[in-house]
């Protein structure tokens, strides 16, 4: 597609449920970056994919948090038993290692709400 | 690990002023990137601009530019000319890039608003 993607837009669930949210990244781009941004705050790194190389999770908050990149290409981010302070936008970046082009490409984010 | 200071949460100015946010950064690399990005209300983060370590030029991009003091690991953006639509959330971000890595890292940000 021509930007980053990640669906749904929104998510209301209920405490102690789990989410899944998806991040379809722009075609051919190896890298690919989840964060967190809890309301009027910074982000907060997550987890790191990087082509076929061992992702970078020491971002992640707690073991209920976990990421998987299928392919190379589609990413998905669980959070299982969600808690009350996992209510934040979760934002999916994509970026190329060529050196002349290694910005990265935010797609517009999920906001989840626990309730 | 790599941090990013951002020390002025908010700031406000004048439209058709200029304003300077501050960004400092800590590593031990020689070869990085540094970024600033914008986040309007509407949630999308737009990069503003871009420079490479190894550049000693400072970028500049219409009327945003940087002062990027590698030895003092300072990377300010100035904003000329200031309209109402950089109203924002300015982000600094530092990128390193070794051993097949580019991780990412970002500041708090600094919020701004301009007056009319």
């Known amino acids: 597609g021509a930007g980053v993607s990640q669906s749904p837009s929104n998510k209301v669930t209920e405490k102690g449920k789990d989410v899944e949210l998806r991040c379809d990244p722009i075609s051919g781009h190896t890298a690919l970056y989840w964060y967190r941004q809890s309301l009027g705050q910074g982000l907060e790194f997550l987890i790191y994919?990087?082509?076929?190389?061992?992702?970078?999770k020491s971002g992640l908050p707690s073991d209920r948090f976990s990421a998987e990149r299928t392919g190379g290409s589609v990413s998905t981010l669980t959070i299982q038993r969600t808690q009350q302070e996992d209510s934040a936008v979760y934002l999916c970046a994509s970026s190329s290692r060529d050196s002349l082009n290694t910005e990265a490409f935010f797609g517009q984010g999920t906001r989840l709400t626990v309730v | 690990a790599q941090t990013v200071t951002q020390s002025q949460p908010e700031m406000s100015v004048q439209e058709a002023e200029t304003v300077t946010l501050s960004c400092t950064y800590d590593t031990s690399e020689s070869n990085y990137y540094l970024f600033w990005y914008k986040q309007p209300p509407s949630r999308q983060m737009i990069l503003v601009i871009r420079q490479e370590a190894y550049k000693q030029q400072n970028a500049t991009e219409n009327r945003f530019s940087v002062n990027f003091q590698k030895a003092a690991k300072s990377f300010s953006l100035k904003i000329s000319d200031s309209q109402l639509g950089d109203t924002a959330m300015y982000f600094c971000?530092?990128?390193?890039?070794?051993?097949?890595?580019?991780?990412?890292?970002f500041g708090k940000g600094t919020k701004l608003s301009v007056i009319p």
């Open positions: 971000a530092f990128m390193k890039t070794w051993a097949g890595s580019y991780q990412l890292t």
């Open positions: 994919f990087q082509g076929n190389s061992a992702p970078d």
